[in-house]
């Protein structure tokens, strides 16, 4: 069975500084895609940012990047330039097909 | 462009009580899903429908059910609540490129 891991229930960063959240998972499939998605207060989840398995080239959404290790099993998420709005849940997810699974999350506090 | 919507937003129940969370997406989207997320637990697939007609159990399917009404609605029926199922319960549809897209929620209280 597919597992996702988020080993840092909570992370804190100064604003315009960098952070990395990390994110680990588990499957057998060769062919599947990753997932970072945002959970403010709000609650509204809202998707980050995306990679396909079999791209080597590691995914960016403007001050949002992944580094994506297939071998290791990693897909850690970097945010560049923090801004208070960052301020979040963010969920790693995996899925092969249709099933979505998804880690349990880390809190990121902003600092100004 | 409204994208995926939700009702209600909150629900208190009393246990024993039944109720249906509504589901209904406007980007042609063909897989549909429930989720429910705990404190800590992050996002736990209820039931999932990957086309118009078919429903698959999820990760924690106990105690509901589901209709895929037609391509735009999926609904959440919970049959005789209970406190175990106190929750927020997102609604979300998949695109081609497999992105989901989520409701804003239903908070459901059980007592």
């Known amino acids: 069975a597919q597992t996702v891991t988020q080993s840092q229930p909570e992370m804190s960063v100064q604003e315009a500084e960098t952070v990395t959240l990390s994110c680990t998972y588990d499957?057998?499939?060769?062919?599947?895609?990753l997932f970072w998605y945002k959970q403010p207060p709000s609650r509204q989840m809202i998707l980050v940012i995306r990679?396909?398995?079999?791209?080597?080239q590691n995914a960016t959404e403007n001050r949002f990047s992944v580094n994506f290790q297939k071998a290791a099993k990693s897909f850690s998420l970097k945010i560049s330039d923090s801004q208070l709005g960052d301020a979040a849940m963010y969920f790693c997810?995996?899925?092969?097909?249709?099933?979505?699974?998804f880690g349990t999350g880390t809190r990121l506090k902003v600092l100004a | 462009n409204a994208g995926v919507t939700q009702t209600p937003k909150f629900q208190v129940l009393k246990t024993g009580q039944s109720m249906t969370l509504q589901c209904a997406q406007d980007?042609?989207?063909?897989?549909m899903y429930w989720y429910r997320q705990d404190p800590g637990m992050g996002l736990r697939l209820i039931y999932y429908?990957?086309?118009?007609?078919?429903?698959d159990k999820g990760e924690v399917p106990n105690g509901y059910n589901v209709s895929r009404l037609n391509k735009r609605e999926f609904s959440l029926r919970l049959e005789s609540a209970a406190p175990s199922q106190t929750s927020v319960y997102f609604c979300?549809?998949?695109?081609?490129?497999?992105?989901?897209?989520f409701g804003p929620g239903t908070r459901l209280t059980v007592t």
């Open positions: 979300a549809s998949s695109s081609e490129a497999y992105e989901q897209y």
């Open positions: 499957t057998s499939e060769s062919d599947y895609y």
């Open positions: 997810a995996y899925t092969g097909t249709y099933k979505y699974i």
């Open positions: 429908s990957a086309s118009e007609g078919t429903t």
């Open positions: 980007m042609n989207h063909n897989s």
């Open positions: 990679q396909e398995a079999y791209k080597q």
